[in-house]
């Protein structure tokens, strides 16, 4: 058999699109076919995007992914590539009317193959068993005379099942179908599991995974060839368009090594997937400019160094609006970020509105404290609705764990909140490293060098600091990392050492604050549990961790 | 075999609270051992409260709650209860790790047989499959003699499975554990299916469910009996604590026929529903009072109506918060509601603070309205801040899923929102209801006749009425209905004959307005399907029903 030149297409789509992301996926199959591949694999669901929720169940819906699939089958046709076995990921529906997570593969104007993805993931951020039925069936699709076996993202991550029923079936190439959201660290786990499937299977593997934002998941790409033996044969970069083209050598050659790139750094790859989610947060939602609040802080600092990094500084609207408790630093902090991200900066003091609210109401202590937050809130929603600009928030996940926040404040109000699943000191960590990065590339440091290395506070009160009301930030992070990321209970963070007293602290916190997370913006998961769908929790609940 | 008395408990558990929850079964299996009965069984997931999401993952709860089963039955034995059958709804854990949705038989201080839920929906407002096993064996107890048959909720809502299992048993009786939320209408469905699944196994059905506000569901309770052949032997009240106690017939004598209560109607059901949501909220999560706005509106007025029927007139905090452009008849309205009702009545204008923003913000049009309905959303939760209310929402379905609102107003902050799925001609009826409900008890009508029968205006411009933006509303909620709750898509609303240009119009704000939705407090569903978990949908979607 000879060789055959294989392309994976790592490509952002966007839910919903159908028109757009068979567009896509028919201008990629122009590249493919001009590099001379006979095969080109597109990642799961690209035509309808990915995660499609309840839309799966919509019969106008999925009457419109069945019909964008066959006029793309008779447009690649038209357009001269009927030769080209174009794999896409899609909305298939069974007799039953239940519909399929599907792969179907185009060549010579017609659907000629299709698998209906077997496994099912039903936890975490995923609940593919409300909208989908399971798949039992293999797939080989036959290219140039070699055997290509069909798998679905979960159904590798799986032992059995669908690997293990081609896996005597000689099999030269499986191509796996992905929709795999980013976490941190998740890549080795997804090569590592690769190596072992491609090793089952006999035969190389060659991953293709989506990338680009979509609500709170981030798509990382990353797509790869592994070989039967391990060898790592070829991959695209993390976070971008690639057509990632290799050659399956002819049969019982030695296996052709591709194109290969280094992975980012974890700091660089957590950073660009916060890029990623708001940028495309921003755009597929029909906004191009962002607004937020500047305190002088790290939190908004990171955040508007993030925005500019997504849309340009000129897309970013920073408010500085300082109380009569704002310390001189926080301004100048504030306005020199902006200078060094070239956002549109205004300066909207709060002190007479917030005079105008005392007039009538004179609270004290956390009331008071709240209103200036909460008045923040209400000047960008009002020049967001003058101007059009999204309002992002910069809150962080300690902030979002513990609590510590006012609801309704500029730190937790709008659209999108790229911060959500960073604890605080991932965002120190993410500032350092992004200085740096500039640094390394003759650029400007984003973000001032005070907004990093001061202490942490909401400047609400005189002299306040976050650590009047919080344990020391590492500390609490830890305990978070344990109880939140980790499920561990409290006998076990006990038995780890951590003091009982801030144990207790912590978990009270983070369990009544449930009711704030809930009607908290969406933001980019990046870890291996964030707030949201990824962890369901009752707001009405007595249960405590107190044995 | 001689007849036997059994008792159904249909208590109001609180999620999380295992020693409580545990002590109202005690306290429940001693009346029911006073009123004679032999076995007595209560609603599914009693211990730990229902539904208990990612906490049933948790080992330190799973920990609990077995601990206090066994604890429970100890407990009965020595109180003298030895004899007496007390079958639970619990948390129980396969050797594997997993949970497994259990109901338990206590006799003897032991455990003498436990039943695992083999149906677990993952639809609707479920995710069982996320954090449930699958149990697959049947369960039989004998009591007296008598073969009682258990299975809980889901089970009987399923062709074959368990129920089919046991048809065969020769049982004398099928032991039916539920968690079943209300919703209008739901009522007869269920006992339609159980006067079925009573004739497939040949004898009598006892159906036990849970009542109790918990986040944005209310279980009505409405537990019955009903016969082998269908005939309606027993049944408890809806929204209230019940011990409905019944004979079991020697065996082949005759049904005996027991105590039977009539169905409140549709209106009242419902309305209860808001209360009972409203009620549980603020109880269970530690308040006991709650604030409002009252516009001299509709929604308000009918939202301060249920808080007064939930907590009482004194316990509610109602705040006119005029502007320029509330009219005298608002003014007035909003101060006869809360002397209907009892309330707590301030008033607080708003002008001087408008004021103070514009001088520095000047906006103008929406941005303007949306201004003055934000300063009133922060009046309130200062006033909450202070004085330790629970905010609630009067926003109603229609607005929500339009996004005829404006975000982070005085109609959407808060804890909970009790008309959340209620549409605006529901709101009309259940407030002329619930005046004639009063009219019929001799009591004062709640709500002013001319909240109900003026134009409904947000009063944000002169001369605003809400029908400036949106279809009359009882064409808009027809169309919602379809769209919304049936899921119909655009082709089958225009075959129903909905002119095009309005379901144009009223499927883009829908589709748009998702971001507020999530953002939105939870509030009781009482319709076939409310926003929230019910109905998941992408906010990032390009998704338009064109064609």
């Known amino acids: 058999m000879p060789a055959l030149r294989i392309a994976l297409a790592q490509v952002n789509p966007c839910v919903g699109d159908i028109a757009g992301n068979a567009a896509l996926v028919r201008d990629h199959a122009h590249a493919a076919a001009a590099a001379g591949a006979a095969l080109v694999v597109f990642p799961e669901m690209v035509i309808t995007g990915y995660p499609i929720e309840d839309l799966a169940l919509r019969a106008s819906f999925q009457r419109a992914a069945a019909r964008a699939v066959d006029t793309l089958a008779s447009d690649l046709e038209a357009d001269g590539l009927g030769d080209l076995t174009v794999m896409v990921g899609t909305l298939g529906v069974a007799q039953s009317g239940r519909p399929f997570n599907q792969a179907a593969a185009l060549r010579g104007g017609q659907v000629i193959a299709h698998y209906n993805k077997h496994h099912l993931p039903n936890y975490g951020v995923f609940d593919e068993r409300r909208i989908f039925a399971s798949g039992e069936d293999p797939c080989v699709v036959e290219v140039g005379g070699r055997r290509i076996g069909v798998v679905i993202c979960e159904d590798i991550w799986v032992d059995g099942g669908p690997v293990e029923q081609v896996a005597s079936a000689n099999l030269d190439l499986l191509a796996v179908l992905n ?5 941190e660290g998740k890549g080795r786990v997804r090569t590592d599991l690769a190596r072992r499937r491609a090793s089952e299977v006999g035969a190389p593997l060659a991953y293709v995974n989506l990338w680009g934002g979509q609500d709170d998941l981030v798509f990382d790409g990353h797509s790869f060839i592994v070989g039967a033996d391990g060898a790592w044969l070829a991959n695209a970069p993390g976070f971008d368009d690639a057509l990632l083209v290799w050659d399956l050598p002819e049969a019982d050659a030695p296996a052709t090594q591709g194109e290969v ?26 906004f191009s400019s962002v607004i937020l609040g500047l305190s002088g802080g790290i939190d908004s600092a990171l955040t508007a160094a993030i925005a500019a990094d997504a849309l340009g500084g000129a897309n970013v609207v920073g408010v500085s609006m300082p109380s009569s408790f704002s310390s001189e630093h926080s301004k100048d902090d504030a306005a020199d970020l902006a200078k060094r991200i070239g956002a549109d900066y205004r300066v909207e003091p709060i002190a007479a509105i917030v005079d105008a609210f005392q007039g009538q109401l004179a609270l004290e202590g956390v009331a008071e404290e709240n209103l200036q937050a909460r ?55 993410l500032a350092r490293w992004r200085n740096a990065y500039a640094t390394t590339h003759g650029e400007v440091e984003p ?33 978070l990392d344990a109880y939140v990321e980790h499920a561990e209970g409290r006998a076990e963070l006990l038995a780890r050492g951590f003091d009982e007293a801030v144990v207790d602290r912590v978990l009270q916190l983070v369990d009544r604050a449930e009711w704030k997370r809930r009607q908290y913006p969406p933001g980019p998961k990046v870890t291996a549990l964030a707030f949201g769908r990824d962890r369901r929790l009752p707001i009405t609940s007595r249960w405590r961790e107190l044995s």
């Open 447 to 479: 973000i001032p060098v005070n907004s990093i290395e001061k202490p942490p506070s909401a400047e609400l009160r005189p002299g306040q600091v976050d650590q009047d009301s919080l344990p020391p930030y590492d500390l609490l992070d830890e305990v």
């Open 375 to 429: 008045v923040r809130g209400v000047i960008l929603m009002g020049i967001s609705n003058r101007e059009g600009h999204l309002v992002i928030a910069p809150g962080n996940k300690s902030e979002l764990a513990t609590g510590y926040a006012t609801i309704y404040d500029a730190g937790s109000i709008g659209g999108y909140a790229p911060l959500k699943d960073l604890d605080k000191t991932r965002v120190w960590d």
């Open 179 to 183: 929709g795999s959201p980013f976490e």
């Open 261 to 286: 790139v280094d992975f980012a750094s974890d700091d660089q790859q957590v950073y660009l997937a916060c890029v990623t989610g708001l940028r495309d947060y921003v755009l597929k939602n029909g």
